[in-house]
């Protein structure tokens, strides 16, 4: 019989964890957990109630899938409306899509080992600003829709305007129109929907912003400066969402005098996925970098004063500024971004205006073959996307192409869109033609100037000129760039990345097969209800499984990020509170050691943050919760908690805690960012949540990507469920309700598309299928013994600073170097460094308590690793020694140094007081596997003083 | 050297120097951080400080000093007008940790009320309270 699936996710077999148990004093991981865990949350036992099937075997589960993805069915979209198909470069799939060292790789915190995606998202940044005719372009957004609601909000803050009033163009995506409505409303905003391409600028109203989509939603292309002059004049900032392929023609949002542009990356290169996950974008124009939401990826300097890249101006984010940051979004499109960049570097602006000409040839080609067959084209000028007027007969010749294999947008009973992409042949042109009873003629060429894009927004301006876009053209060199590039990096497939509050565990293989699957990649987010049976069938299932093992009663899985989950589970206690004429509810407590993310996210859903204490062991002070219930009895909206608390602790009293809120009329909100420390032993629902997000890229497998994709389902009890993010295109508004029956999710979109990053979603679902609801809590099992053991054997070097029942913690330690700082001038920073000489990926630095840092080992590595790392961080602990006894003066040791490059010890003369082989091989195992950083100590500073977000010129190579 | 007895502190970490009213010219404060929130800080990357003719109210919130890993407000310590901000301060943040008392002031205003200030040994003994507490 094959091993079961379970025995290759946990990295600790049976004589392991009996070492580790005998290491703590336990006889058993379920004895150990239960003293972790407080009694008065233990988990019901479900028995046969559950709906979690027994577990299957990864071939078995492979089987499933090609099952589910076999009642799928894959048409060849013209649907557009921001998602379109396109041919990923084979080179680009296998090398970043399907490989580990990209896909398992953390957020670049630690840029000395992260230099390789932190270039390939500078290339994505510096395709953005130039197709946008922008300055700066931020690392990525979670998609168009949501990053045209970061652009209201940026206008928003960037506006001398005191007018609360932002107008948007009727000819926008309607995901969009949907999701600005909603997300206008809970922060105070009046929109205005007006006809921009025949609005004179004297008609539009005072406001603060103005949002143009650019070519329209109907394919139209208008030439908006007259009206961006105008807002301007009237002090509002122009947001313009635009199509980067269509930008390779036509003149860039910059030029036009956009303040801020928007948009998707999706057509580079990344496959629909039924919506999801792809790279959203924003570029703004200079002096408003400092307001952009999201990641940015900057030039600096490293130690030997080499150019390094990093995270720029981070003290935006809503980890240090919390609620007063410019988003909530933490995760961004790191893979898909990178994808969408390589597309470009592949390409090269000769390639990518190819494409563009060819599609745009293309759709003059059909225009042409409509107007013909005496259709009326609705507009003159377009780059891809015709409108197309069958008066009364729209459902009908969209039925006719559906059957025909051809996907048509139906905008009225009158009305139908049709776009054209990169994967659009003449052989389809000619199939469309006959099925429309147009006449099919075949067009030559594409070569000449396009005749439906007007003279005065022909593109005149250069982009991609950087040698990077210029270079790879052989598949050999594109090839071997991205292996230059993930070789600079240290992902999971080199060793344990013990990041507290990340939980950096296997992502399996079979478990990521299905996502590339056409059946599951080249579907259009608003297919037909019949196309995507096999995917409705997977949603329902995992949106079932995940309400039992949370203790809830309904999950959508729309976020596309945890920051996006906590936004919909917010805004739908809102929804309920304001449902019951609860207006004056608004007040979200939130402890100070949350995570900064939840105090943005209140902001967003239109709530008044009110911090409360945590005590010196770092649990909510309850007697402090009293006092602020109290303080805000009538206006009590929410308490946000994390469980176990970011400090990695199971807290006593919180039971106690959640009944406290209920009293006082409000709702528990429990953060399931630690989800990993108590499945299968402990359900958020029974013990007193409301509402809670995963993060599926957390506990459920989802890898990290560099930094994203991530999902952020949101799980809620019966009373909520009905306030849970709806989408006008659901292919069913339905959803299934634990203990049986339907309930319908209407509450507003968060995500552009219905059920956000789907194509993502079979990795979970995998994940569960093939653990069981035994596997599961094996797996938690496996995660709190491993951090007990880390703790346990790091105790007597470093002080752990926080622990719950029995003395243990939950799955994360937080061990302090604050007394070795004071002790010996070692600094947190000196640590991380240092073990990146010693061949591993920092833990978690300075969250959630400044000079400390937090270790999750996670289940899946096993002892040797975990053995391998306290070693490191024991002999670490003996070199900071041996700076305080003096045997290496305080600003010139392994530690102040680290990391060491291999320029670094070969390049002239040695004059340190230590060895180089001390230096960089520090441990003997290291002899025969080493890691090694491509720069050294990088300067933070000089990178945030001088602010640089493009690729640099290639003389700064020399 | 800086003459610490002739400054004032507030518990936000701020210093006060007080220039006395002359024929002419109302009386004004300068106002910086002290080295200890500098150092707090880490290295400072970004100052956002009011413009000259801004009214500041004793308390609020009037500017921001970023540094690579967080953020400080810039509390008011007194009622007034910005006379006028360090604008070297601006283009160089790094002369707030160099030079927290001298080239590193961020802004001076002209006081309508002069609330109660630290001196420089009653701020002495705050500090040593606020190191004990961590």
Redesign the interface.
């Given at each position: 019989m094959a091993i079961p699936f379970v025995d290759r996710h946990i990295g600790t077999d049976a004589a392991a964890q009996q070492v580790m148990l005998d290491t703590l004093g336990y006889d058993s991981v379920n004895a150990l957990v239960e003293a972790a865990v407080p009694t008065s949350i233990h988990a019901a036992d479900l028995g046969a109630a559950s709906v979690i099937p027994e577990p299957a075997t990864e071939r078995e589960v492979s089987a499933e899938l090609r099952a589910l993805a076999s009642q799928n069915t894959v048409k060849r979209s013209l649907i557009g409306l921001g998602y379109y198909d396109t041919i990923t470069p084979a080179v680009i799939k296998r090398n970043v899509f399907e490989n580990p060292s990209w896909y398992t790789a953390y957020t670049p915190y630690q840029p000395e080992i992260s230099q390789g995606r932190l270039e390939a998202l500078i290339n994505f940044q510096t395709m953005v600003a130039e197709l946008t005719g922008l300055t700066t372009s931020n690392a990525s957004m979670l998609d168009e829709s949501t990053a045209v609601v970061e652009g209201m909000l940026l206008a928003r803050r960037g506006s001398k305007q005191t007018s609360h009033t932002f107008i948007v163009d009727s000819d926008a995506l309607p995901q969009t129109k949907a999701l600005l409505a909603s997300r206008a409303e809970a922060v105070g905003i009046d929109l205005v929907e007006l006809p921009l391409a025949d609005t004179a600028p004297d008609d539009l109203p005072e406001a603060f912003g103005l949002f143009i989509q650019y070519p329209g939603a109907s394919g139209r292309l208008s030439d908006p400066r007259l009206l961006i002059e105008k807002a301007h004049a009237g002090g509002a900032l122009a947001v313009v969402a635009a199509d980067l392929l269509a930008l390779t023609l036509i003149e860039s949002p910059g030029s036009l005098g956009a303040d801020v542009a928007v948009g998707t990356s999706q057509r580079f290169g990344v496959p629909m996925g039924f919506g999801g996950p792809h790279a959203g974008y924003m570029a703004v124009r200079k002096g408003l970098e400092?307001q952009l939401p999201g990641r940015l990826v900057g030039v600096s300097v490293d130690a030997a004063g080499n150019r390094a890249y990093r995270l720029s101006l981070?003290?935006r984010e809503q980890h240090?500024?919390r609620e007063?940051a410019t988003s909530n979004i933490c995760t961004a499109q790191v893979l898909l971004a990178i994808m969408a960049g390589m597309y470009a570097v592949y390409h090269g602006p000769d390639g990518l205006k190819a494409i563009a000409t060819e599609v745009n040839g293309r759709a003059v080609a059909l225009a042409s073959q409509l107007r013909a067959g005496g259709y009326q084209l609705s507009h003159e000028s377009f780059f891809d996307t015709l409108t197309v007027q069958a008066p009364g007969r729209a459902r009908a010749l969209a039925g006719a192409a559906s059957d025909a294999g051809y996907l048509l947008n139906v905008v009225d009973d009158d009305t139908l869109t049709i776009s054209v992409d990169e994967t659009t042949t003449d052989d389809d042109l000619m199939q469309l033609s006959m099925v429309l009873e147009a006449v099919p003629h075949r067009t030559a060429t594409y070569s000449e100037v396009p005749a439906s894009i007007p003279p005065a927004l022909s593109r005149t301006t250069e982009y991609l000129t950087h040698p990077v876009f210029n270079t790879h053209r052989s598949e050999t060199s594109m090839m071997r760039y991205l292996k230059r590039l993930s070789d600079y990096d240290y992902a999971l497939d080199r060793g344990m990345i013990p990041l507290g509050s990340c939980t950096m565990k296997l992502n399996a293989a079979t478990e990521m097969e299905a996502v590339s699957w056409p059946e599951f990649a080249g579907l259009h987010p608003f297919a037909p209800r019949d196309d995507v049976t096999g995917y409705l069938s997977l949603i329902d299932q995992l949106e079932t499984w995940l309400a039992e093992v949370t203790g809830y009663d309904s999950v959508s899985l729309q976020p596309n990020a945890g920051s996006q989950g906590e936004l919909a589970g917010l805004l739908a206690i809102r929804g309920y509170h304001r449902s019951r004429g609860d207006l004056d509810r608004t007040v979200c407590l939130i402890p100070s050691s949350a995570h900064g993310t939840n105090a943005a996210s209140a902001v967003l859903a239109g709530m008044k943050v009110v911090v409360v204490a945590c005590d010196e062991l770092g649990n909510v002070d309850v007697d402090d919760l009293r006092a602020k219930i109290e303080a805000n009895a009538t206006t009590l909206a929410a308490l946000m908690i994390t469980y176990p608390s970011t400090h990695g602790v199971y807290e006593h009293d919180v039971v106690d805690i959640c009944r406290l809120v209920h009293e006082a009329g409000g709702q528990v909100y429990v953060d399931g960012a630690n989800l990993n420390a108590v499945l299968g032993f402990a359900r958020f629902g029974e013990f007193g949540g409301d509402v809670s997000h995963l993060n599926l890229h957390k506990t459920f497998c989802i890898p990290h990507g560099g930094g994203g994709p991530g999902v952020g389902p949101v799980a809620a009890r019966a009373h909520l469920a009905p306030f849970l993010p709806g989408h006008a295109f659901a292919q069913k508004a339905e959803h299934p309700s634990i203990g049986g029956g339907t309930v319908v999710h209407a509450g507003g979109a968060v995500s552009g598309a219905p059920y956000g990053s789907s194509s993502i979603l079979p990795i979970s679902w995998a994940y569960v299928r093939m653990m069981g609801s035994e596997g599961l809590k094996q797996a938690t099992g496996a995660a709190v013994l491993a951090a007990n053991y880390v703790a346990a054997r790091l105790r007597d070097h470093f002080p752990v600073l926080y622990a719950g029942d029995n003395g243990l913690v939950a799955h994360e330690c937080i061990l302090d170097l604050?007394p070795l700082r004071d002790a010996t001038g070692v600094t947190v920073d000196d640590v991380a460094k240092r073990l990146i000489d010693y061949g591993f990926h920092a833990p978690t630095m300075?969250f959630p308590v400044a000079g400390t840092l937090m270790v999750e080992p996670t289940e899946s590595e096993d002892l040797a690793e975990i053995d391998r790392f306290i070693d490191a961080m024991i002999a670490i602990k003996a070199e900071a020694d041996a700076v305080q006894a003096g045997e290496w003066p305080a600003g010139d040791n392994p530690l102040v140094n680290a990391p060491h490059t291999a320029q670094s010890i070969a390049v002239g003369e040695w004059e340190h007081p230590y060895d180089r082989e001390r230096a960089v091989y520090p441990v003997r195992s290291l002899i025969s596997h080493k890691y090694w950083p491509p720069v050294r100590r990088i300067d933070?500073?000089y990178g945030?003083?001088n602010l640089f977000c493009a690729c640099p010129p290639p003389e700064a190579f020399a | 050297m800086t003459d610490f007895d002739q400054l004032h502190f507030t518990s936000e970490h701020e210093w006060v120097r007080l220039e006395p009213a002359t024929d002419g010219a109302a009386a004004s404060a300068t106002i910086g951080i002290t080295a200890y929130a500098a150092d707090k800080l880490g290295d400072v990357v970004y100052v956002d400080l009011p413009d000259a003719g801004v009214e500041i109210a004793d308390g609020a919130v009037v500017g921001e000093i970023e540094s690579t890993k967080s953020v400080g407000e810039l509390f008011a310590p007194v009622d007034g007008t910005v006379l006028e901000k360090n604008s070297a301060v601006e283009d160089a943040p790094e002369l707030v940790n160099s030079d927290p008392y001298g080239e590193g002031w961020l802004i001076r205003v002209e006081y309508t009320e002069l609330p109660e200030l630290l001196s420089y040994a009653a701020y002495q003994a705050l500090l040593g309270d606020e190191e004990a507490s961590h």
């Open positions: 400092r981070q003290a240090i500024r007063k604050r300075s933070q500073a945030d003083r | -």
